[in-house]
T-cell receptor, first 113, second 114 residues
């Protein structure tokens, strides 16, 4: 979607390295959701961010929503092969009805042992 | 265990045939959704339902139909009118739409039409 950009499209890192994935919206957001997907499987919910400046962590994964509420970064510390997969951000633009999320194209993460 | 089930995991059909994909949830969620995912692309919303006996079109509803006769079930029919039906289909549910809450996803059904 042109409303939403995820970068990078793919990322290959060595085990133990840190990495960051970005999600940028052209609209002010009511909420932003991060999901992880293994190829051919469903999406696993990681975290939801709503307030500008909000930061949440799940194990070694941390996500932050910027103050203007149009961009989020997802940071993985000391990556492990278990972190490999596709990371998708879903956004709920302000003014959108209900939970109609718009998803980015995803970031394919490979972690080499 | 509570969750969302989709069946079958893989589905093969000949062109011109309608096919129905199953989605069941026992999470007592009010809202349910159908998405389509194509290689290298994000998810696109097909249909969603906030409550039993009510549903709305998403961004790519043409060639699809749904029903919501029970809270637990939200089947999706891919009709012969859908020009490019081969894709990975994901069903999701959430507690409500107002206020928005996170969506939980099923394992998906991969549909191949030849």
């Amino acid at each position: 979607s042109q409303e939403l950009e995820q970068s990078p499209q793919s990322l290959i890192v060595q085990e133990g390295k840190n990495l960051t994935i970005n999600c940028t919206s052209s609209k002010t957001l009511y909420g932003l959701y991060w999901y992880k997907q293994k190829y051919g499987e469903g999406l696993i919910f990681l975290m939801m961010l709503q307030k500008g400046g909000e930061e949440k962590s799940h194990e070694k994964i941390t996500a932050k929503l910027d103050e203007k509420k149009q961009q989020s970064s997802l940071h993985i510390t000391a990556s492990q092969p278990s972190h490999a997969g596709i990371y998708l951000c879903g956004v709920l633009p302000r003014g959108t009805s209900g939970s109609r999320l718009t998803f980015g194209e995803g970031t394919q993460l490979t972690v080499n042992p | 265990d509570g969750g969302i089930t989709q069946s079958p995991k893989y589905l093969f059909r000949k062109e011109g045939q309608n096919v129905t994909l199953s989605c069941e949830q026992n999470l007592n969620h009010d809202a349910m959704y159908w998405y389509r995912q194509d290689p290298g692309q994000g998810l696109r919303l097909i249909y969603y339902s906030q409550i039993v006996n009510d549903f709305q079109k998403g961004d790519i509803a043409e060639g699809y139909s749904v029903s919501r006769e029970k809270k637990e079930s939200f089947p999706l029919t891919v009709t012969s009118a859908q020009k490019n039906p081969t894709a990975f289909y994901l069903c999701a549910s959430s507690i409500s739409q107002i206020p928005p809450t996170e969506q939980y996803f099923g394992p998906g059904t991969r549909l191949t039409v030849t």
